[in-house]
């Protein structure tokens, strides 16, 4: 425990070499998409340098997040909405993403 109050790395104390990414597993898919919309990504990942695939990954991780987001700032809402008085409410509602909205919420409770 001192190391860690000290600040020191406890990196040297961990072994490695069975460390995994969580949620990294990898499985294929085959997905049909019509040629017009083939040729369109293949000109767009060779614009930007990337395989079409990686492209797609990237695409669907970013679309996830983006719902995964909005459905956590949906839950905070209502929330808010129980707690809060409406002229509250109305100035949580001026904040446009969750990362606002919670540090919001935070101050609000400490």
Avoid: Y
């Amino acid at each position: 425990m001192d190391s860690l109050d000290d600040r020191e790395s406890i990196l040297e104390t961990l072994d490695l070499s069975q460390a995994k990414r969580i949620m990294q597993e990898q499985a294929p898919i085959n997905i049909d998409f019509p040629i017009w919309m083939l040729e369109s990504l293949e000109r767009e990942a060779k614009r930007i340098g990337v395989t079409k695939q990686s492209m797609i990954k990237v695409w669907l991780a970013e679309r996830l997040e983006t719902i995964a987001t909005n459905h956590a700032l949906r839950i905070v809402r209502v929330w808010c909405m129980m707690l809060w008085s409406e002229s509250e409410f109305t100035e949580f509602e001026n904040f446009q993403n969750i990362d606002s909205a919670l540090m919001i919420i935070f101050w609000i409770l400490i």
